[in-house]
């Protein structure tokens, strides 16, 4: 009983608050580090189809030559110098067809380190 009762004045004067006017010093260092590790793993497909069909028409009616009409005294009387009707068509008709596929695999890594260090001192009177 004897022991623990000493251990209790002990720890009282060795837990006593500053008393006025006393220094201190306060000296603190902190070390810090991280890692961080990422691996991504890349599978993409993309497949797209496109098809188109297309037709066209054009036709055209031209003339050549003249008409001349004349009037006589039997009636009216109509000549046809050089006179041609010409005609013309085109046709177009198509298709177009188109398969893509694309494909991106892979990996992409990194690493990260951090490190942080401080240091912090203070001291005063009390």
């Known amino acids: 009983m004897k022991k623990v009762?000493?251990?209790?004045?002990?720890?009282?004067?060795?837990?006593t608050p500053a008393f006025a006017g006393e220094t201190f010093v306060r000296n603190e260092w902190t070390d810090?580090?991280?890692?961080?590790?990422?691996?991504?793993?890349?599978?993409?497909?993309?497949?797209s189809t496109r098809n188109e069909n297309y037709t066209s028409w054009?036709?055209?009616?031209?003339?050549?030559?003249?008409?001349?009409?004349?009037?006589?005294w039997g009636g009216k009387?109509?000549?046809?110098?050089?006179?041609?009707?010409?005609?013309?068509?085109?046709?177009l008709a198509g298709s177009f067809h188109e398969n893509v596929v694309t494909k991106i695999d892979g990996t992409i890594k990194t690493i990260t380190n951090t490190y942080t260090n401080s240091h912090e001192t203070s001291a005063g009177v009390r």
Do not use: P
């Open 5 to 15: 009762l000493g251990f209790a004045i002990l720890a009282t004067f060795l837990a």
């Open 77 to 91: 009387e109509v000549s046809f110098d050089e006179f041609t009707v010409h005609a013309a068509g085109s046709d």
């Open 58 to 72: 054009a036709d055209k009616i031209y003339i050549d030559g003249d008409v001349d009409t004349k009037y006589t």
């Open 32 to 47: 810090s580090h991280s890692k961080t590790d990422t691996n991504l793993n890349l599978d993409s497909h993309t497949t």
